[in-house]
């Protein structure tokens, strides 16, 4: 690994960067909208392809349009090494999300080319694509297909809104070919590294300069639907109503009742969306559909807090005469990140006199499905009081310089 004072990160060079990239954007400054298979994506796309080629990295695409920039070690024969993240974003969004992945990796490899260091296995910073659920309402597309996890003949029905076909849209992007072709082989890579901000409190509150992460939770996600009996808001009295959504709103607090009876911190469950129909202030709601999500870092225990959901749901349509339809959208592993890495990880940071701790992901990033190709570690850096997804997000530039020399160390041992 180069010794600390040997590697140079240009945290303006690298800052500017992050700021030109927000620009590229449906959305107005500060906040940041850049939806999948979009103009501004393709625009965001051919930046970033110009910015790896200036790094004399070798680029190349899959028929999803995952994004690979492979620096070349000494060895052809050795599984390279892998580091990257996203840069779609969700709409009114902020520009560190996913990005800090993407252009500080850039960043972490030209420091080590920089310093001279020669690698023995190769080193590839992968740009996924899709890892917003926005367009499709599935996350993590690209590791998805790459993984294996989502399967390439099933997304044959993924459409956006509008019921545009995945496979229409990524065709019209310039993607073509079998998407079969973008899963990979266990042990395809020596390993993944992801820097991300935190999206969490912790680190700031505790001042803390990077979190080593030992684990991530994944998510599990129900749609609720609940059919009952419409009507005039005058004309049907109270008694013998069949409304879907008292019944949806005894669902919600049962979601948060559940999740808290757990007794554990990295239990979480939110009902993010709901649909009523026929939605007018006159009339009682004869449709209601709600969306849960159920996250944890303990499949068993997650699965426990879904169970005890559907019970309820059951007793809830049964006392109050209305149909209940359950349906799983997904229901993802969660991921423990590779101890031999995350020890790299650590070690890093003592020779840079980097303060860090070990920690939890409560959000899922694309290394919750890389972990099913090859050892896996994530790397968080502190995020102002934990917001993300929003235009306020903000990551300080100390905090990115640290977390891209911390990257650049693990990847110089791993590829050493």
Same mark, same amino acid.
């Given at each position: 690994?180069?010794?600390?004072?040997?590697?140079?990160?240009?945290?303006?060079?690298? *800052?500017?960067?992050?700021?030109?990239?927000?620009?590229?954007?449906? =959305?107005?400054?500060?906040?940041?909208?850049?939806?999948?298979?979009?103009?501004?994506?393709?625009?965001?796309?051919?930046?970033?392809?110009?910015?790896?080629?200036?790094?004399?990295?070798?680029?190349?695409?899959?028929?999803?349009?995952?994004?690979?920039?492979?620096?070349?070690?000494?060895?052809?024969?050795?599984? $390279?090494?892998? &580091?990257?993240?996203? /840069?779609?974003?969700?709409?009114?969004?902020?520009?560190?999300?996913?990005?800090?992945?993407?252009?500080?990796?850039?960043?972490?490899?030209?420091?080590?080319? %920089?310093?001279?260091?020669?690698?023995?296995?190769?080193?590839?910073?992968?740009?996924?694509?899709?890892?917003?659920?926005?367009?499709?309402?599935?996350?993590?597309?690209?590791?998805?297909?790459?993984? =294996?996890?989502?399967? #390439?003949?099933?997304?044959?029905?993924?459409?956006?809104?509008?019921?545009?076909?995945?496979?229409?849209?990524?065709?019209?992007?310039?993607?073509?070919?079998?998407?079969?072709?973008?899963?990979?082989?266990?042990?395809?890579? #020596?390993?993944?590294?992801?820097?991300?901000?935190? %999206?969490?409190?912790?680190?700031?509150?505790?001042?803390?300069?990077?979190? #080593?992460? &030992?684990?991530?939770?994944?998510?599990?996600?129900?749609?609720?639907?609940?059919?009952?009996?419409?009507?005039?808001?005058?004309?049907?009295?109270?008694?013998?109503?069949?409304?879907?959504?008292?019944?949806?709103?005894?669902?919600?607090?049962?979601?948060?009742?559940?999740?808290?009876?757990?007794?554990?911190?990295?239990?979480? #469950?939110? /009902?993010?969306?709901?649909?009523?129909?026929?939605?007018?202030?006159? *009339?009682?709601?004869?449709?209601?559909?709600?969306? /849960?999500?159920?996250?944890?870092?303990?499949?068993?225990?997650?699965?426990?807090?879904?169970?005890?959901?559907?019970?309820?749901?059951?007793?809830?349509?049964?006392?109050?005469?209305?149909?209940?339809?359950?349906?799983?959208?997904?229901?993802?592993?969660?991921?423990?990140?590779?101890? %031999?890495?995350?020890?790299?990880?650590?070690?890093?940071?003592?020779?840079?006199?980097?303060?860090?701790?070990?920690?939890?992901?409560? $959000?899922?990033?694309?290394?919750?499905?890389?972990?099913?190709?090859?050892?896996?570690?994530?790397?968080?850096?502190?995020?102002?009081?934990?917001?993300?997804?929003?235009?306020?997000?903000? $990551?300080?530039?100390? $905090?990115?310089?640290?977390?891209?020399?911390?990257?650049?160390?693990?990847?110089?041992?791993?590829?050493?």
């Amino acid at each position: 690994m180069p010794e600390h004072h040997s590697l140079r990160i240009d945290i303006a060079r690298l *800052s500017a960067e992050i700021d030109a990239l927000a620009l590229i954007s449906d =959305g107005e400054p500060p906040a940041v909208t850049r939806i999948v298979f979009s103009e501004r994506d393709h625009e965001a796309r051919e930046w970033l392809k110009a910015r790896y080629r200036e790094a004399s990295l070798e680029v190349h695409e899959d028929p999803v349009g995952n994004t690979f920039a492979r620096w070349p070690g000494a060895s052809t024969q050795l599984p $390279a090494v892998a &580091t990257g993240s996203h /840069v779609d974003a969700i709409p009114h969004a902020g520009k560190y999300d996913g990005v800090v992945g993407v252009l500080g990796a850039l960043e972490a490899i030209r420091a080590l080319q %920089q310093s001279g260091f020669q690698p023995t296995r190769s080193i590839e910073l992968i740009q996924f694509t899709s890892e917003e659920p926005t367009r499709f309402g599935i996350g993590c597309i690209g590791s998805r297909l790459m993984s =294996g996890t989502l399967d #390439a003949a099933s997304t044959d029905i993924l459409c956006d809104k509008q019921n545009q076909p995945l496979h229409d849209l990524r065709l019209n992007s310039g993607f073509t070919g079998n998407l079969a072709a973008t899963r990979m082989l266990r042990d395809h890579y #020596a390993g993944f590294v992801e820097l991300h901000i935190e %999206q969490g409190p912790f680190l700031e509150r505790d001042g803390i300069s990077i979190g #080593a992460v &030992t684990h991530i939770a994944a998510p599990a996600t129900l749609r609720i639907t609940f059919e009952g009996e419409g009507g005039h808001a005058g004309g049907k009295l109270m008694p013998g109503r069949r409304d879907a959504f008292c019944a949806a709103s005894e669902t919600v607090l049962v979601v948060e009742r559940v999740a808290l009876s757990t007794g554990s911190i990295d239990t979480v #469950a939110t /009902v993010g969306t709901c649909e009523i129909y026929p939605g007018a202030v006159n *009339s009682i709601p004869s449709r209601v559909r709600i969306d /849960v999500d159920v996250r944890d870092i303990e499949e068993a225990r997650r699965d426990e807090v879904i169970s005890k959901i559907k019970t309820a749901v059951d007793e809830i349509s049964m006392r109050r005469n209305v149909a209940a339809k359950i349906q799983m959208l997904n229901a993802d592993p969660p991921a423990t990140c590779a101890p %031999q890495i995350v020890s790299i990880v650590e070690r890093v940071c003592q020779a840079e006199q980097i303060s860090y701790k070990r920690m939890v992901s409560r $959000a899922y990033h694309d290394s919750l499905f890389m972990v099913r190709i090859c050892p896996v570690a994530m790397i968080f850096i502190p995020c102002h009081d934990g917001i993300s997804h929003r235009p306020d997000e903000y $990551a300080a530039p100390e $905090a990115i310089e640290a977390g891209v020399r911390v990257l650049a160390g693990t990847l110089a041992d791993l590829a050493a």
